[in-house]
T-cell receptor, first 118, second 113 residues
Framework: GAVVSQHPSRVICKSGTSVKIECRSL??????MFWYRQFPKQSLMLMATSNEGSKATYEQGVEKDKFLINHASLTLSTLTVTSAHPEDSSFYICSARDPQRASYNEQFFGPGTRLTVL | GDSVTQMEGPVTLSEEAFLTINCTYT??????LFWYVQYPGEGLQLLLKATKADDKGSNKGFEATYRKETTSFHLEKGSVQVSDSAVYFCALSLSNTGNQFYFGTGTSLTVIP
């Protein structure tokens, strides 16, 4: 149980285009999902917290107009990188909390999406 | 603030060697502690966890004990294998921060035959 998927796993796009990444909780309902960004050989940086049915909470320094997050259902959150540029190239990872396991403060991570902007 | 400090890498070991990766934390409350492993090109997989002081998490031969007195959660394995080569992340989560995770910088482990 507690499986999180991401789609696509890899995407290459041209500079100036927008890319949407999906994060799904497959076997549980996730009231809260998190989006992280990971640069090569570095740790994960939290970008935003996504709550179902409300606006995402962005971390300081993350452009909310560039990284659009939508959490329209209890099993799906999307991250859209708008007008992508080469510096947006990175590994994006989502995670989700299972409210049934909230007492363990645990998050379940997706496999990540490798974005390359040419 | 809340944070995790993790042993710098990279670490290179011979097969069957003993592994220790140090992790210490700073937290304002009572965190849950985790070790995650990331294989090349993949996302994070939970390796083990501990939710309260003196708990020992274990999985696949790896162990870590939640030490409140030293604020540590060191990862150990008695005999590493080539397949253990990966990046290991120590992390904490606090319920009073909405379960936000604080990650260490990661330690790259390479095990050579």
């Amino acid at each position: 149980g507690a499986v999180v998927s991401q789609h696509p796993s890899r995407v290459i796009c041209k500079s100036g285009t927008s890319v949407k990444i999906e994060c799904r909780s497959l076997d549980f309902q996730a009231t809260t999902m998190f989006w992280y960004r990971q640069f090569p050989k570095q740790s994960l940086m939290l970008m935003a917290t996504s709550n179902e049915g409300s606006k995402a909470t962005y971390e300081q320094g993350v452009e909310k107009d560039k990284f659009l997050i939508n959490h329209a259902s209890l099993t799906l959150s999307t991250l859209t990188v708008t007008s992508a540029h080469p510096e947006d190239s990175s590994f994006y990872i989502c995670s989700a909390r299972d409210p049934q396991r909230a007492s363990y403060n645990e998050q379940f991570f997706g496999p990540g999406t490798r974005l390359t902007v040419l | 603030g809340d944070s995790v400090t993790q042993m710098e890498g990279p670490v290179t070991l011979s097969e069957e060697a003993f592994l220790t990766i140090n992790c210490t934390y700073t937290a304002t409350g009572y965190p849950s502690l985790f070790w995650y492993v990331q294989y090349p090109g993949e996302g994070l997989q939970l390796l083990l966890k501990a939710t309260k002081a003196d708990d020992k998490g274990s999985n696949k031969g790896f162990e870590a004990t939640y030490r409140k007195e030293t604020t540590s959660f060191h990862l150990e394995k008695g005999s590493v294998q080539v397949s253990d080569s990966a990046v290991y992340f120590c992390a904490l989560s606090l319920s009073n921060t909405g379960n936000q995770f604080y990650f260490g910088t990661g330690t790259s482990l390479t095990v050579i035959p």
